[in-house]
């Protein structure tokens, strides 16, 4: 055989050889490749579902959970038990599986301490709150290191694949230097320069393959010059480079997002240590500011809270870091009004505010070596459900990075939520204060107010008797009548939700007062006679305190009515000497027990007859001589009727005047405004709830007249009430007529009721619908010991199904305001079964707003009923109906 076909023989099989060994390489790559891309991909997606699981652990704040969590915890549960799912479906290794099985006994630890938390926010011991804080903080952390550890596992099973796969190329490159070896010796003598051609060229791809390393494997290539096998070679490894190269970039910015989520995270709940249990906004406010400084490096910054003055808004300096008075010039202003300046109009705007390289005009930074300019200003709004409630701003030498201010946002949000809840903790803290200082004052007028409540009853009648006789109703007053009606319209259009709220708070505060109310009742009635005079005299002072404090209720509802346009105006005769009589008998002993004179006159030419709201006029005139004789001392109080001509129209004037304390100038606007006083000193002297004159002075322009005072301090004061003059008109006269007929009729019926046989009671049957138990408890007891046979439900629900067991009952009572099923949705459903058509329902609601009796008849109601309920009515109304069926 030539040499010419040795070499070509020879040179065929090397080439052959390399050839099918260039195919298994470029495989063996291919494969490798493909491997190492799943292997990656996988391990990131373990890694990824590790840390959601690590960042919805992170999102409970065990130190700020209310009950309105629940919710979103609930939300948190179920997106962590998908990630263990899917981890537990992708983990393969017994190690992992193990730390992943540790994982999940930490998390239902750690949920079963959360429930145990929750279900205890609402108790009121502190010490056991506090401690399963701490117990479920633990927990928390302990499952976070669970979580870490299988994040640890898993980067690490990552780095060993890595490795590996550099052993595995190092070992095919040996591979391919042993194959180029024995191919270069078989071909050396036929192919010198044709091998020294192709080993050279896999010599560079072997030192550019053993320079991989874990730390600068993304920073080499294979330069590809040929299409052939080793470029395929070069081409596959530049690919893994590429692939490894972009996983480490992915992997590393999902490290740093995770670091500053972590730091910011961390800085938050070192903020939100230090300001725990603070109840001082500058003390707060210091502490919050320092850290938020120091955290981000910040060299001066101010910290602004927003105030009232009682007519304007302003941000009012709270507390500063590292500030110094700049005399030159106007830095951190001590008040900022909404709008001005950069500072004003971030609380206006609610928008974070940026300022790079300030000029010369802003703060200088200052320390005991001199002074430098601040490059950077960073004003941000504090929101609490969008409002602003404050503004801190901040001064850096350096530029404020992304981070920091998504810090500074979060952060912002954080003490947000801490100042409102120092600010309704300090209200919180006035209203205890006022609450502590009515009822010392209720305590020490219960005595005068119950003279007051004899003197009522006395009016009352007298009053009764005038208004049988009085005529009203006059056209005039209709349309005047439809005017405020529609006016009453939009009124309530604007006031809704002010409206329910008092509805609501007439009814949580009547509710526990009508059981009060009725078991004292039925105390003083001492069937029994096992009550000894002190024992009497204890219950009738917890039934006078209790009716103070309805009076106080209704006080405040009457100016919640006023203010809502719901308060009616009903005009009609007032004999003019009946009225001054009841107000001297009521009076006259009061002023003359306190030693002081009590005088009343009328001038001549004043009518006999006036013509106006006598209820109104009554409550004005009360408030006026009462607030007189308390705060005078000595001499007298006297009270004048005249008349009076004043811009074209005629005025009727009732004057009190006092020879008291008499009122400083500068407070005499505020005596008219709610809850206002001369003295509102918790130290004052006179006590009083400061609504008698805003109700006054409401209820006189509703009256289309005025209240004014003159006033001399230390010499008396001079209140004059105008009314206008005017004449009722003929059928205001027959209108008068038919109410006082329909109101004798009624009033004939009740006492008809009254009247009947004490023992009409006995064996009738009651169902009392309530879902409060002390109201069930005091009716029970009352109607029991009249002789009913009573059975009670909770709500309307329970009650129709115990009519549907027992169609024998006599009568319903029937509260409104009801869980599961409420009074108005009960009596529809009672009406619409034909059996309990004719049965008598009597509704019961501590709510006693207006519109409240229409209501109940609207939805099947039989009769109505407010609460605290009067015993004698009930039974009288009771009564009435059972003699109707």
Known sequence: MNFKTILFTGFGLVIAVMGIVMIIIINTLSSQTENMHNLVNDRYNKIEKANQIRYEIGTINIEYLENDDIQSVELIYQNINQYIRELDLLLELDQAQTLLTNLEDQ????????????????????????????????????????????????????????????????????NIIVAMVIGILVALIMGYFVTRNITGRLIKVKNVMKTLTDDNYGYLKVDVISNDEIGEIAKAYNELATTLERQEKIEQEYRVKIEDQNWIKTKIAELSVLTQGVNDLHVAGDRYIRETANSIGASFGV?????????????????????????????????????????????????????????????NITSSF????????????????????????????????????????????????????????????????????????????????????????????????QYKSSEMKTKELEEIKENLEQKTKEIVMSSKYKSEFMANMSHELRTPL??????????????????????????TTIYSS???????INDILDLSKIESGKMEIVEGEIYVDDLFTSLERQFGPIARKKGLIFTYETEDHVPSIIYTDEQRLNQILKNLLSNAVKFTEEGKVHL????????????????????????????KLDIFEAFRQADGTTSRKYGGTGLGLSISKELATLLNGDLTVESTEGKGSTFTLYIPLHEMTKQEIVNQDQVAYDSID????????????????????????????????????????????????????????????????????????????????????????????????????????????????????????SKPVNLEQLFSIIRVWLSHK
């Not at 809270?305 to 302003?314: H, R």
């Not at 941000?315 to 001005?340: C, P």
């Not at 109310?517 to 204890?538: G, R």
């Open 546 to 552: 209790g009716t103070d404090l309805l009076q106080l």
């Open 107 to 174: 998390y239902f630890t750690f949920r079963s301490r959360l429930e145990n938390l929750l279900d205890n926010l609402g108790s009121g011991n502190n010490n056991v709150h506090t401690t399963l804080i701490q117990a479920t903080s633990e927990e928390q952390a302990q499952l976070i290191f669970a979580v870490e550890e299988l994040i640890n596992f898993q980067e690490g099973v990552m780095r060993e694949t890595i490795e590996d796969a550099r052993i595995s190329y190092n070992n095919v490159i040996r």
């Open 370 to 465: 001199g002074q430098i300019k601040a490059n950077n200003i960073i004003i941000l709004p504090i929101l609490v459900d969008n409002e602003p409630i404050g503004v801190i701003e901040l001064a850096t030498l350096t530029e404020i990075s992304s981070i920091e201010r998504e810090f500074l946002l979060q952060s912002t949000e954080m003490i947000g939520i801490i100042f409102n809840r120092i600010f309704r903790h300090k209200q919180v803290e006035e209203l205890l204060k006022e609450s502590q200082t009515l009822n010392e004052e209720l305590q020490t007028q219960s005595e005068e107010l119950q003279l007051q409540q004899e003197e009522l009853r006395t009016m009352n009648d007298e009053l009764e008797a």
């Open 514 to 539: 009508n059981s009060l109310l009725i078991l004292a009742q039925m105390l003083l009635e001492n069937k029994d006679q096992n009550l000894n005079s002190k024992q009497l005299e204890y219950v």
């Open 640 to 667: 004048s009727l005249s008349q009076k001509h004043q811009d074209g129209l005629d005025f009727i004037t009732f004057s009190v005047i006092d020879t008291g304390i008499g009122i400083p100038t500068s407070k």
């Open 746 to 865: 009624s009033q004939d019926h009740e006492i008809a009721a009254t009247n009947d046989h004490p023992g009409s009671f006995n064996g009738k049957k009651v169902l009392v619908v309530d879902d409060d138990m002390r109201n069930i408890f005091a009716l029970t007891s009352s109607l029991e010991a009249a002789g009913m046979d009573v059975t009670f439900s909770e709500n309307g629900k329970e009650a129709l199904a115990k009519l549907q067991e027992q169609n024998d009952f006599d009568i319903v009572l029937m509260d409104i305001m009801m869980p599961e099923m409420d009074g108005y949705e009960a009596m529809k459903s009672i009406r619409s079964m034909e059996q309990f058509a004719d049965l008598p329902i009597i509704a019961l609601t501590a709510k006693a707003m207006k519109d409240d009796r229409q209501k109940c008849i609207d939805a099947g109601a039989t009769d109505y009923i």
């Open 303 to 363: 910290l602004y809270l927003l105030q009232n003055d009682g007519e304007n808004e302003y941000l009012d300096r709270t507390a500063t870091y590292a500030y110094a008075n700049q005399s030159d010039s106007a830095f951190a202003e001590e008040k900022i009004w909404l709008g001005a300046g950069l500072v004003g109009q971030c609380a206006k705007s609610k928008e974070v505010i940026l300022l790079n390289s300030a000029t010369d005009e802003y703060i």
